[in-house]
């Protein structure tokens, strides 16, 4: 079962910044929050990952709660190529735990 | 560089008849998944490959669904025979071996009738 918990779906204006959030209460200390997207007829894009601190790449940026509980994936200024599917992902690093372990995700519509 | 490599992109079959997808991966990668994924929901791993091992496939349905990797590279995944039920995507990924970044390919979207 996937250990993170995410809104079914969610909108944003165009230009505007998308605040994705997710829950993993259960994360262990070894464990990474991943984030992937899947855009309609397409495979799973990996976007970010981060451990506890506060990530950000060309894609997105990432902020992980200091309790590890929560973390929130940010686009600062969505498109509407950005509409797709959200997955946050617990990821143990270790041989047996290097799982990617998708949910359901957030869909994320982006209207103009 | 080329990314992950599905085909077909498409498949219809009838219900009892067999079905093979095959997958090459980006070149260097030693891991190699496949997974299914129903409409509405994430992708669920079937099996995971490092090299021509089958290290994970404790969530393949032995009894219709097999893979191979003979020589480490490409893979093709199995079903005899399909079910109504099988009806899904099938998506493959790979990924330099370890905790590290899967790049998937754009599936095959499998039809049962």
């Known amino acids: 079962d996937a250990k993170t918990t995410q809104p079914p779906s969610m909108d944003c204006a165009e230009g505007r910044a998308a605040n994705l959030p997710c829950n993993h209460s259960?994360?262990?200390?070894?464990?990474?929050v991943y984030w992937y997207r899947q855009i309609h007829s397409q495979g799973p894009q990996y976007i970010i990952h981060?451990?506890?601190n506060n990530e950000t790449n060309e894609m997105a940026s990432l902020i992980i709660t200091e309790d590890r509980k929560s973390s929130t994936l940010i686009l600062p200024h969505a498109t509407l190529r950005d509409t797709a599917v959200y997955y946050c992902?617990?990821?143990?690093?270790?041989?047996?735990?290097?799982?990617?372990?998708f949910g359901t995700g957030t869909r994320l519509q982006v209207f103009p | 560089e080329a990314g992950v490599v599905q085909s077909p992109r498409y498949k219809i079959i009838e219900k009892k008849q067999p079905v093979a997808f095959w997958c090459n991966p980006i070149?260097?990668?030693?891991?190699l998944y496949w997974y299914l994924q129903n409409l509405g929901q994430g992708p669920e791993l079937l099996i995971r490959?490092?090299?021509?091992?089958?290290?994970?496939d404790s969530q393949l349905p032995k009894d219709r669904f097999s893979a191979e990797r003979l020589k480490g590279v490409d893979s093709t995944l199995k079903i005899q025979p399909a079910e109504l039920g099988d009806s899904a995507v099938y998506l493959c990924?790979?990924?330099?071996?370890?905790?590290?970044?899967?790049?998937f390919g754009p599936g095959t979207r499998l039809t049962v009738l």
């Open positions: 981060g451990l506890k």
């Open positions: 490959y490092e090299n021509e091992e089958a290290v994970d």
């Open positions: 070149s260097g990668h030693n891991t």
């Open positions: 259960t994360i262990s200390g070894n464990e990474y």
């Open positions: 992902i617990v990821r143990g690093q270790s041989y047996n735990t290097d799982k990617l372990i």
């Open positions: 990924a790979s990924s330099l071996t370890g905790p590290n970044e899967q790049f």
